[in-house]
């Protein structure tokens, strides 16, 4: 551990369990006091992993921790995290992370309103309207660090014809919600170049393996199609201690980490992850 985060101030999304919660490990484990944002406090009725777990295993590594249980599809719960954060942290967030999405794959010609608006609500809205909330004591600070999470599935497919074979057939609605939060990415980066303020999102290159999605597509992946937790966490962890030049980009994690010859780290940074980028 090297303690780089130590005096700043992290929120993240989407914490009970899977990416988001290995993120708030790893940055608590830097030193960062971290608020940890998710829809309930204990288990879900059928994924491991819980909000109280997480805010524990942070609590562990020696840093003030904020457990805010909140509704991010409802504008009302999504307006009270910042502040809850800052008040329960004790100052203005310096690193937001931008974890919490929905992912309910369908068909688009089948695909329910209901569920189109509450994909949209979460996966683009709810960013938005955090990076809004804390952007202005970012710029007055002239640093600041805002990193959201893509998805692969925001790429167009070649074709025709078109290979959508497995998940590919249906997530293209999920994958365009990343589309428009990678948009919004670069397009808020732009306009805050200069602020100190970095935006950028990243995406894993091959599949994490969060208890989710084991879940729905862990029996279709091979070997070579899964990157470990520490690889996803370690790339996010860098966008969070970036210099103000890296901004508006949109990164794949183990590319990111090659390209930047990072060493990936077990949650805890205390030691190097034993399998680099497998798990």
Not at 64 to 86: H, M, S, Y
């Given at each position: 551990m090297t303690a780089r985060l130590a005096g700043r101030r992290a929120l993240v999304t989407g914490a009970s369990r899977g990416i988001g919660a290995g993120i708030a490990e790893r940055l608590a484990s830097e030193g960062a006091a971290v608020a940890l944002v998710a829809r309930t406090l204990d288990h879900h009725a059928v994924l491991a992993g819980s909000l109280r777990e997480t805010a524990e295993r942070c609590r562990s590594l020696g840093v003030?921790?904020?457990?805010?249980?909140?509704?991010?599809?409802?504008?009302?719960?999504?307006?009270?995290?910042?502040?809850?954060?800052?008040e329960a942290l004790g100052g203005p967030i310096d690193i937001l992370v931008n974890n919490a999405a929905a992912a309910i794959y369908d068909r688009i010609d089948g695909y329910p309103r209901k569920r189109r608006r509450l994909m949209v609500e979460l996966n683009v809205h709810c960013p938005v309207d955090l990076a809004q909330a804390v952007l202005a004591d970012m710029t007055a600070r002239g640093e600041g660090w805002i990193v959201n999470l893509s998805s692969a599935s925001s790429h167009h497919p070649d074709g025709p014809p078109f290979d959508l074979g497995g998940v590919r057939g249906v997530y293209g609605y999920y994958g365009a919600t990343k589309a428009m939060l990678n948009r919004i990415t670069?397009?808020?980066?732009?306009?805050?170049?200069g602020t100190g303020v970095r935006v950028n999102t990243v995406e894993p290159r091959a599949a994490v393996l969060s208890e989710g999605a084991d879940q729905l597509v862990g029996h279709q992946l091979s070997a070579d199609q899964i990157e470990s937790m520490e690889a996803m966490c370690e790339a996010v962890l860098w966008l969070c201690d970036c210099g103000p030049d890296h901004t508006g980009a949109l990164e794949s994690s183990i590319d990111l980490l090659e390209r930047e010859a990072v060493t990936v780290m077990n949650l805890q940074g205390s030691a190097a992850h034993p399998n680099g980028y497998r798990p």
């Open positions: 003030d921790v904020a457990v805010i249980v909140a509704d991010l599809t409802r504008d009302d719960e999504r307006d009270r995290v910042v502040p809850e954060a800052v670069t397009a808020m980066a732009s306009e805050l170049h």
